[in-house]
């Protein structure tokens, strides 16, 4: 873990040979680099261009409490950075990474601690949306601290309790990230298709312009932001577009260009396999990864 170069998982098949070339190709392009400094690097080029960041300090589902520690601490590190170099950036847990496979309470405090600290230096913090089961306890943590501000949690159109998540989040009217969802889940959790997707996607949508007054629309889909920047027209709420890093950020900068608000989530660490391999996998448009590659 503290080896200075992307930390290879133990898939001794990827290892080296597949693992090399994934990382050597795809993590440098997603991924800003192994450490924090790596991550303001980046910041810096995005707020440049009139983006933000929202940063992310990979890993997931760690249950070691030494592990775990260090998530917290690098946060917290994060946090004091963003606000030394006054970065324009947020912050985006994995509450996973922050001891929720051991405990609720363990990931409750360390949330609260890290929460804590960002509130003191006027920071944002994103909770992460991640695997089915960790949804309620998510939602639950994020409760918890919601009506004291500067805390957003992210809802995943593709679940089929999305509307009714978002629905919830309502009553603290906090800002909400909502995502087409990146995890494998079955077929009674989430919708099969792309196109069921997309389409409770839109629902959500339109559900957060009719219920909050600022929110943020996460896709690379252009139907989805098209139509996010018609509504907005009569709506007049605080929308944020935001992309993944590496994906599209060439059109995140025109939509910045225009005057709209951009953020761009920039993951760093070691861990980078497990987030490599979800892009790659949603990319049965393998296709839209050789153009993202290509050109952003
Ligand atoms: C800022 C941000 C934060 C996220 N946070 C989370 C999270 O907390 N939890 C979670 O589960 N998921 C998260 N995701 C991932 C998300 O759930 C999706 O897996 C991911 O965004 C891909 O879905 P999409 O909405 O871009 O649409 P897709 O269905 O993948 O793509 C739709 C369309 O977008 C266009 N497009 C997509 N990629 C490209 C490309 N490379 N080049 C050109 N066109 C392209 C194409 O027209 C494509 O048909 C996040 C995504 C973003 C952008």
Same mark, same amino acid.
Do not use: F
């Given at each position: 873990m503290h080896n200075p170069k992307f930390h290879i998982f133990p898939l001794s098949i990827l290892n080296m040979g597949i693992g090399g070339i994934v990382e050597r190709i795809f993590a440098g392009k997603w991924i800003a680099g192994p450490g924090i400094k790596d991550a303001v690097r980046r910041t810096k080029q995005l707020n440049a261009l009139g983006m933000s960041a929202i940063i992310n300090y990979i890993g997931e589902d760690l249950t070691d409490k030494r592990e775990i520690a260090e998530a917290v601490s690098t946060n917290l590190r994060l946090i004091n950075e963003i606000r030394k170099s006054k970065l324009q950036a947020s912050v985006s847990l994995k509450l996973t990474a922050l001891g929720l496979r051991v405990s609720k309470s363990m990931a409750r405090k360390n949330y609260n601690r890290i929460v804590g600290a960002a509130r003191r230096r006027r920071v944002f913090v994103w909770i992460d949306a991640e695997s089915q089961d960790t949804v309620d306890d998510a939602i639950s943590i994020f409760e918890s601290q /919601? +009506? +004291? %501000? %500067?805390v957003g949690i992210t809802v995943q /159109?593709?679940? +089929?309790s999305g509307e009714r998540n978002l629905a919830r989040l309502f009553k603290k009217k906090a800002p909400v990230r909502i995502v087409k969802g990146a995890y494998k889940e079955s077929g009674k959790i989430a919708f099969d298709t792309r196109k069921e997707t997309t389409g409770n996607y839109r629902v959500l949508m339109r559900e957060a312009f009719t219920h909050l007054r600022e929110f943020t629309v996460a896709t690379h889909d252009d139907s989805l932001i098209k139509e996010a920047l018609e509504l907005n027209r009569s709506h007049r709420r605080r929308v944020t577009y935001a992309m993944l890093n590496g994906i599209r950020n060439g059109y995140a900068a025109e939509l910045a260009a225009q005057g709209n608000s951009v953020a761009i989530y920039v993951p760093f660490g070691t861990r980078w396999l497990g987030y490599s391999l979800r892009r790659l996998r949603e990319e049965s448009h393998l296709v839209l990864v050789l153009r993202s590659l290509l050109g952003g």
């Open positions: /919601a +009506r +004291r %501000g %500067g /159109a593709y679940l +089929r």
